[in-house]
């Protein structure tokens, strides 16, 4: 069954903490990526992930960094969230660059108070 | 970079049993087209993947692309209240990460 797992789904946390998202595939992508969306402005790219260990900056990484060490994991670390990184985070994966169809998680809902 | 602006601009009201059309241009030449859907809170579903500027069917979506016009459309035939929900595309150029517009949000009534 081909999925993409994001976790945890729900996560609220204060100004200054850490915060960790994850995400997870089965279906051995080598492309992954972290999208925020925001009401009115759509999905928004942070990072992405072509392989282990090889990640490039998207459109608004200011704030967020990652870590793929597995090709089936990819993680979203915020060091010190602000309040304006509430948002819902979603996690895609694709077989193999941008032209193929894009898979998504259910997304994670991030308050950060 | 690619910009993406999908419409209508935000939302759309039908009656049960219309057709919708449902556009989204972009800034750069066009390499693929997804359209994707989305229930309120919900995970994005693919509806439709294309190529380039081939014309994809499935049921009652159909997209379609102009190239001369950086240009996609979606077309629902014969909408029902099941369809409501936000429909978002994504454009992919020079073998970059998908960018997305805002998305129109769908409510067909009874």
């Known amino acids: 069954d081909m999925k993409v797992t994001q976790m945890p789904r729900y996560l609220i946390k204060r100004m200054g903490e850490n915060v960790l998202l994850e995400c997870g595939q089965d279906?051995?992508?080598?492309?992954m990526y972290w999208y925020r969306q925001d009401p009115g402005l759509g999905l928004q790219l942070i990072y992405i992930?072509?392989?282990?260990?090889?990640?490039s900056e998207g459109d608004i990484p200011k704030g967020y960094r990652v870590s793929r060490k597995k090709r089936e994991h990819f993680s979203l670390i915020l060091d010190s969230a602000k309040t304006n990184q509430t948002s819902v985070y979603f996690c895609?994966?694709?077989?193999?660059?941008?032209?193929?169809?894009?898979?998504f998680g259910a997304g994670t809902r991030l308050s950060v108070l | 970079g690619q910009q993406v602006q999908q419409s209508p601009p935000a939302s759309l009201v039908l009656q049960e049993g219309e057709n919708a059309e449902l556009q989204c241009t972009y800034s750069t030449t066009l390499n693929s087209m997804q359209w994707f859907y989305q229930r309120p809170g919900g995970r994005l579903v693919s509806l439709l993947y294309s190529p380039s500027w081939a014309e994809q069917r499935g049921g009652r979506l159909t997209s379609s692309a102009a190239s001369n016009e950086s240009r996609s459309s979606l077309h629902i035939s014969s909408s029902q209240i099941t369809d409501s929900g936000t429909y978002l595309c994504a454009t992919s150029y020079n073998n970059n990460a998908p960018r997305f517009g805002a998305g129109t949000k769908l409510s067909v009534k009874p």
């Open positions: 895609a994966s694709t077989p193999g660059g941008a032209h193929n169809t894009l898979y």
């Open positions: 279906m051995s992508h080598e492309t």
């Open positions: 992930s072509y392989d282990v260990d090889s990640n």
